[in-house]
């Protein structure tokens, strides 16, 4: 199972931008009963929570997204989106997108950076 992440770059204060996390090596019906989510490491803290998602669609968010960001997943595709928008310096960091099972092995992606400049 592997879970490629992508859509970071450098942004001004105040614009938007859209991860997605493509998953590949789990099947239809395996990647629709994970959740998936979405975390963050900025430089010298550790990593936490930006958002998840559950198989029925149940939706959870740091309490710093304040209703800026949105999490979608399409099963189908076996794809989870993060829309970003109003992003602030604070935004700043690698963003890791990681499925989960009880009972199984979590999977993580590798990082796709968010800048955001001032």
């Known amino acids: 199972v592997q879970l490629q992440a992508s859509g970071g770059g450098l942004v001004q204060v105040g614009e938007s931008l859209r991860l997605s996390c493509k998953v590949s090596g789990m099947g239809l019906n395996e990647f629709s009963i994970y959740k998936m989510g979405w975390y963050r490491q900025a430089p010298g803290k550790q990593r936490e929570l930006v958002a998840t998602?559950?198989?029925?669609?149940?939706?959870k968010y740091g309490d710093f997204v304040k209703g800026r960001f949105s999490i979608t997943r399409d099963n189908a595709a076996r794809t989870v989106d993060l829309r970003m928008d109003s992003l602030k310096p604070d935004d700043t960091g690698d963003y890791y997108c990681k499925a989960e099972f009880p009972g199984s092995a979590d999977y993580w992606g590798q990082g796709t950076l968010v800048t955001v400049s001032s």
């Open positions: 998602i559950t198989n029925y669609g149940g939706q």
